[in-house]
C-alpha cells in the first residue's frame, strides 16, 4: 500500500491530564480497508486514543492526520466536514430510545444531507439490510435485544458511507455467539465497503479474529504495532522458552492469554506498596526503592511511625493469644 491509503496518522502524540500523562509518544497508522485492533489493560490510553482519532480530544504534542486533514488545527465547521467521512459504533449503541431502528439510522440522513425522505427511506433499508435488521425496523430500543442494538448502532454509523468505522468495545455485554456474529459482521462490512476499521476492545476471541494488525498499549505507551500473526506468536509462545522473550514481550504474552501471573502483575503489585505507606505515612522509597507515585500523606516522625507499629505489633500478639 501506498502513502495514500493511510486514513489516519498519529505522530509522536502526547495527551495530559493536568499533571498526568496518558499518552507519551504515540505513533499509530491505519491504512484504508484493514482492521487495526487497539488493545492494552484499562488506563492505558485506548479511550484517549480514539477520542483523539475523532477530534473530540486534542493532544498537547505531535499531530494527528485524518483523511488527510491535521484536525487539531480545523474550526468545527471544517470538522465537522471530516467527521461526516466517518461512523461510530458506541459501545452501549447510544440509540435515541424515543424512536424506532428506522428513525434512528434515517435521523443522520435528514440532518445532515438534502436528499427526499423517500430516498432516505430506501438508504435505511439499504443499511439495515447490511446489518440483518430490516425486521426490526419499526421497533424501538427497548423492544430488542442487545446484539440488535449494536448492530443498529453499526447501521446507523454506515448511514452517510463512511470511509473510516471506529468500534468502542464491540463485544461488550454480548454473548458469545452473539459476539461471534457482530465480529463476523464487522469483517464482511470491511471486505464489501472497503472502509477502514479502527476497534477498541478487551476480548481477545474478538480481536484475534477481526484484526489484521494490532496495537499495544501500556502505560500511555505502544509497546508492539504489529500484524495479527506476530501477536499470535507472541500468545503461543511456549511456558519452557520465557526466557527468550524480553519484559516487553512477556508482558504482552500474558495480556493476550489472560495469564493471573507475568509482569503486568507484579507492576501491579508494586504498585499496592504505596498502601502502608499512606498508612504508616513511611516515605515508600525505603519500601520500594523509590515509585513515580508518591503517599498522600506528608513523612510522619519517626515517634508517630513508633507508635503506629507498636499499635498494630500489639494488636498481632494480641490475636495470636485468642
Given at each position: ?60 504534542e ?32 447510544a ?61 446507523r ?8 468505522l ?5 463485544s ?26 479502527v ?16 496495537v ?31 519484559e ?55 515517634g508517630e ?18
Open positions: 500500500m501506498s502513502d495514500s491509503d493511510v486514513v489516519i496518522e498519529m505522530k509522536d502524540v502526547v495527551k495530559r491530564f493536568g499533571d498526568q500523562t496518558v499518552l507519551d509518544g504515540v505513533n499509530i497508522e491505519v491504512r484504508r480497508g484493514e482492521t487495526v485492533v487497539i488493545m492494552g489493560g484499562s488506563g492505558c490510553g485506548k479511550s484517549t486514543t480514539l477520542r483523539i482519532m475523532i477530534g473530540s480530544l486534542i493532544p498537547e505531535g499531530h494527528v492526520q485524518v483523511l488527510g486533514k491535521d484536525i487539531a488545527i480545523l474550526d468545527e465547521n471544517e470538522l465537522n466536514g471530516v467527521r461526516k467521512r466517518f461512523g461510530i459504533l458506541f459501545q452501549s449503541g440509540l435515541f430510545n424515543s424512536m424506532t431502528v428506522a428513525e434512528n439510522v434515517s435521523l443522520i440522513l435528514e440532518e445532515h444531507t438534502d436528499l427526499d425522505a423517500s430516498i432516505i427511506d430506501m438508504m435505511v433499508k439499504i443499511k439495515l439490510e447490511l446489518v440483518d435488521l430490516r425486521e426490526a425496523a419499526e421497533k424501538y430500543p427497548a423492544q430488542i435485544s442487545g446484539g440488535m442494538k449494536k448492530r443498529a448502532g453499526l447501521a454509523a454506515l448511514a452517510l458511507d463512511p470511509e473510516i471506529f468500534y468502542d468495545e464491540p461488550a455485554g454480548l454473548d458469545p455467539v452473539t459476539s461471534a456474529s457482530i465480529d463476523q459482521l464487522m469483517i464482511d462490512l470491511t471486505k464489501r465497503l472497503g472502509v477502514a476499521s476497534v477498541v476492545t478487551h476480548e481477545m476471541d474478538s480481536a484475534f479474529t477481526i484484526a489484521d494488525r494490532m499495544m498499549l501500556h502505560q500511555g505507551r505502544v509497546l508492539m504495532n504489529a500484524p495479527r500473526a506476530d501477536f499470535e506468536a507472541l500468545r503461543d509462545w511456549p511456558e519452557d522458552r520465557l526466557g527468550e522473550l524480553n516487553n514481550q512477556q508482558l504482552i504474552r500474558q495480556f493476550l492469554r489472560g495469564a493471573p501471573e507475568g509482569p503486568m502483575t507484579e507492576h501491579a503489585q508494586g504498585a499496592d506498596n504505596s498502601y502502608a505507606a499512606d498508612l504508616l505515612g513511611i516515605d515508600n522509597s525505603k519500601l520500594t526503592g523509590g515509585r513515580s507515585v508518591q503517599s498522600t500523606r506528608g513523612v510522619r516522625s519517626s511511625v513508633g507508635f503506629w507499629q507498636g499499635l498494630f505489633k500489639g494488636e498481632s500478639k494480641a490475636k495470636g493469644k485468642s
